[in-house]
């Protein structure tokens, strides 16, 4: 499995923007889709955002034009841009990865394997 670590969560407005940052432990750009979920106690864990293996991506309708998912290859590093942030963002945030190939990268968070520990994103109105 691969390493994840994420950063950059924090308190802000609603409005305001926050970015999440995920380093990995490995070189997992070429062969591995990436992906953030969200979750909140009482919920199931949700997809916010997929990037696979040939930068394709993908978001949740509750996200699209607000959020950006990225990669930086050089640093190993999985990046998600939040902008406009609403009460209803608040959540704690996981990046995940999964091999992938033949074009299909996963959504389902029963699909990924590999899981950072999560870091929380508070937004207050």
């Known amino acids: 499995q691969v390493q994840l670590v994420e950063s950059g969560g924090g308190s802000v407005q609603a409005g305001g923007s926050l970015r999440l940052s995920c380093a990995s432990s490995?070189?997992?750009?070429?062969?591995?889709?990436m992906a953030w979920f969200r979750h909140v106690l009482g919920k199931e864990r949700e997809g916010v955002a997929t990037?696979?293996?040939?930068?394709?991506?993908s978001y949740a309708d509750s996200v699209k034009a607000r959020f950006t998912i990225s990669q930086d290859k050089a640093n190993n590093t999985l990046y998600l841009q939040m902008n406009s942030l609403k009460p209803e963002d608040t959540a704690m945030y996981y990046c995940a990865a999964e091999y992938c190939s033949g074009g299909y990268v996963p959504n389902s968070r029963y699909e990924y394997h590999s899981w950072g520990q999560g870091t929380q994103v508070t937004v207050s109105s």
């Open positions: 990037i696979d293996n040939d930068g394709s991506t």
């Open positions: 490995e070189y997992t750009y070429r062969r591995y889709c």
